[in-house]
């Protein structure tokens, strides 16, 4: 574990999340956010390196230009939990007014798109095999209605995915107060309570429940969907 914990770096979240605020706007509609998700991929199959184990996707969306990303680490071949999915997401996108406004979205959610991938980086340096197959997502068009991540979780649901846990990452780079937040609507409680707990162990800032009053993020698509979720954050709502 603390190997783990030693591959994820803050500079190389820095990183990433600087690349990705220097496009133009990361908009769902345009030739920008198309581009920041085809970079994206690259960082993940880069890491991957020679793994077979190690799917991508490039899931498209009627309706806008922009693509949702799925990396998939396939579980170990034998495993009794070989047909469950993890999920740990994040959206990609960014907005400010429209298409051609500045939309940098380093904290929402350069943030949260870095730390998924960083997870994966880690996972992969520790040559970690899993016993479900875990998904690294990275969602289109959450801004506009959390369209991309809707469209996956639907059709998840549809294909009976079992989905047994969705762990959704928005704004996780800038704490204003020193203390972050589990959000306990449209997530599942036992999922909360393994976040606190696990926070408690590692994590150096005090963590509070937060409520965010609606469907504010990627992992109310999986919950409305049926599936287990939980939504970690850097503040509380409000």
């Not at 020679?50 to 170990?76: C, N, Y």
């Not at 051609?100 to 997870?119: E, I, M, T």
């Not at 800032?205 to 999986?222: K, L, M, N």
Request: hydrophobic share 40%; proline share 3%.
């Amino acid at each position: 574990m603390e190997g783990l914990f030693d591959a994820v770096t803050a500079k190389d979240i820095e990183v990433t999340t600087t690349h990705l605020s220097n496009y133009f706007n990361r908009y769902y509609d345009n030739k920008y956010g198309v581009e920041a998700v085809n970079w994206v991929l690259a960082q993940y199959k880069s890491a991957a390196g020679a793994r077979t184990d190690i799917t991508f996707e490039l899931f498209e969306h009627s309706g806008w230009m922009q693509p949702s990303l799925i990396v998939k680490m396939l579980a170990k071949q034998g495993s009794p939990h070989a047909a469950e999915v993890v999920v740990l997401g994040a959206h990609v996108d960014s907005i400010a007014g429209g298409s051609s406004s500045r939309a940098p979205g380093a904290d929402d959610n350069g943030s949260g798109s870095a730390a998924v991938l960083q997870v994966f980086r880690a996972l992969v340096q520790a040559q970690f095999v899993p016993d479900r197959t875990v998904e690294f997502h990275h969602y289109a068009a959450e801004e506009v209605g959390l369209r991309g991540s809707q469209a996956i979780a639907q059709q998840y649901s549809r294909e009976s995915v079992q989905v047994v846990s969705m762990m959704n990452l928005d704004l996780t780079g800038y704490s204003r107060n020193g203390r972050g937040a589990v959000f306990t609507d449209y997530t599942d409680s036992a999922l909360n309570a393994f976040i606190l707990k696990a926070w408690a162990a590692y994590a150096n800032i005090p963590v509070v429940t937060s409520q965010c009053g609606y469907g504010c993020s990627d992992h109310a698509s999986f919950h409305n969907a049926g599936f287990r979720a939980c939504h970690p954050g850097e503040a509380p709502a409000g």
